[in-house]
């Protein structure tokens, strides 16, 4: 029901930062929160970041906070994951999720739409 468009990735050395963005389109009033995942070569898909829609409340994995910041652009219907000193471990596929109820935030499979991942590198 939402279509996802995810860009910002890249490479970057330690320490350094990006800002990962998702455009949302179409049923995009109906979202109860956003979020961000990632997936590193052979592991799970971890829980990044979310946010709620209707009050803006965020939630972060132990292993981002601090550095890392989601955010929301309502008028342009795009959400942000600035990601700051970042570290080797960060390296993997960072998508963007839309979630439709409410529930546990860091499990993947309450969100019902994804993005295409965008690459994220981190090299020493």
């Known amino acids: 029901q939402v279509q996802l468009v995810e860009s910002g990735g890249g490479l970057v050395q330690t320490g350094g930062s990006l800002r990962l963005s998702c455009a949302a389109s179409?049923?995009?009033?109906?979202?109860?929160?956003m979020g961000w995942f990632r997936q590193a070569p052979g592991k799970g898909r971890e829980f990044v970041a979310a946010?709620?829609?209707?009050?803006?409340?965020?939630y972060y994995a132990d292993s981002v906070k601090g550095r890392f910041t989601i955010s929301e652009v309502n008028a342009k219907n795009t959400v942000y994951l600035q990601v700051n000193s970042l570290r080797p471990e960060d390296t993997a596929v960072y998508y963007c999720?839309?979630?439709?109820?409410?529930?546990?935030?860091?499990?993947?499979?309450?969100?019902?739409?994804w993005g295409q991942g965008t690459q994220v590198t981190v090299s020493s």
């Open positions: 999720a839309a979630r439709y109820y409410s529930g546990t935030y860091s499990s993947a499979a309450q969100y019902g739409d």
């Open positions: 179409g049923r995009t009033l109906r979202r109860y929160a």
């Open positions: 946010i709620r829609w209707s009050n803006g409340d965020t």
